[in-house]
C-alpha cells in the first residue's frame, strides 16, 4: 500500500506532466463561485478524474476540475470544487488537494466558501474576510503519524490568515470600492444545517458565519507553510435569524449573485500581491 507521501507525489508527477504551467498562487473556489475563471487568460484544465490518487467532486455546484492561466499576467490554480467531510471522505483525503498544491509549488492559498451569516449585522449577498476560525469538526488532517516531510509535528494556528494577505485584500476592496465584512468562521461537520441551538452557541462563543468547509485546508495548508488568505460568501443567515428554511438551491443562487463581486476583489488581490 503506497504510504500518503507517495500518493501525492504520485499526483504531482501526473499534473506536472500534463501542464506546463508552474503558478505560485492557488485558489480554492466555494459552492457556485467559479466566476473568476471568466478572467483567465489561456485557460487549461484537468479534471481530477485524471489525476492519480485524487477524490472527486460530488456536490452540486462544484466543477470538479484544475483550472491553470493567468489572470493579468499573473500565473493561478484554480481548484473548482472542494471535498467535504460529510461526503464521507476522510480529512487527509478532504485536505489531500492541499499537499499536492505544495509539492506542487504553490505558496499562497486563497480559499472562498459559501456559508451561513451569524453576525446580525451581516446580510445574504455579503463577502466576509476570514480573521480566525473556530473548528467543531470531529477530525483533523494532521492525525497519524507525521511525515516530516510534510510539516512539524505540532504545526502553529495563531494566524491560520495571513495578516499580511488581509491587509492587502483590505485595500484591494477599498480601491475597488466593494463593501466587505470581517469575522470568524465556524467549521461544522455536515451535511445538516445547524439548529437554533447550535448557532446560538457559536454566537456566544463569537463565531460571525458557519459552514462546512475551508478549516482543513486552512490547517493543512498553514502546516504545509503556506500562506492563506480566506473569502466567504453569506448566502444565508443562520437558524434561528433566517425566518425561511434551507436549501442549497438557495445557497447556489446567492453564491451565484456575488461571484462577479468576488471576482472582482480577487482580480485585484493578485494585482497588489504580484
Avoid at 468562521?185 to 444545517?193: K, R, V
Amino acid at each position: 500500500m503506497k504510504d500518503y507521501y507517495d500518493s501525492v507525489m504520485e499526483s504531482v508527477l501526473a499534473i506536472n506532466n500534463k501542464t506546463t504551467h508552474r503558478p505560485k498562487i492557488a485558489m480554492i473556489l466555494g459552492s457556485g463561485l467559479g466566476g473568476i475563471v471568466d478572467a483567465m487568460e489561456g485557460l487549461e484544465e484537468i479534471s481530477y478524474s485524471e489525476i492519480p490518487n485524487f477524490p472527486v467532486s460530488t456536490v452540486e455546484g462544484h466543477k470538479g476540475c484544475l483550472a491553470f492561466g493567468k489572470v493579468n499576467g499573473v500565473e493561478v490554480l484554480l481548484m473548482m470544487g472542494r471535498f467535504h467531510f460529510y461526503e464521507g471522505y476522510s480529512m487527509k483525503e478532504v485536505a489531500y488537494p492541499v499537499f499536492v498544491m505544495k509539492k506542487f509549488g504553490i505558496e499562497t492559498l486563497i480559499v472562498t466558501n459559501a456559508c451561513g451569516g451569524i453576525n446580525k449585522t451581516f446580510e445574504p449577498g455579503d463577502l466576509m474576510l476570514l480573521n480566525d476560525y473556530i473548528n467543531f469538526m470531529p477530525s483533523n488532517p494532521m492525525i497519524g503519524v507525521n511525515d516530516e516531510r510534510f510539516g512539524p509535528r505540532f504545526p502553529d494556528m495563531s494566524e491560520p490568515y495571513s495578516l499580511e494577505l488581509l491587509e492587502i485584500a483590505k485595500k484591494a476592496a477599498a480601491d475597488l470600492g466593494i463593501p466587505y465584512q470581517e469575522g470568524v468562521y465556524a467549521s461544522f461537520m455536515g451535511p445538516c444545517f445547524e439548529t437554533v441551538a447550535e448557532i446560538r452557541m457559536l454566537h456566544t462563543m463569537g463565531a460571525d458565519a458557519v459552514g462546512m468547509s475551508t478549516v482543513p485546508e486552512t490547517m493543512a495548508a498553514n502546516y504545509l507553510g503556506m500562506k492563506v488568505l480566506g473569502i466567504g460568501c453569506i448566502t444565508n443567515m443562520a437558524t434561528g435569524i433566517q425566518k425561511m428554511k434551507h436549501s442549497h438551491e438557495r445557497v447556489l443562487a446567492i453564491a451565484n449573485q456575488a461571484s462577479e463581486q468576488l471576482s472582482r476583489w480577487l482580480v485585484g488581490f493578485l494585482e497588489k500581491l504580484s
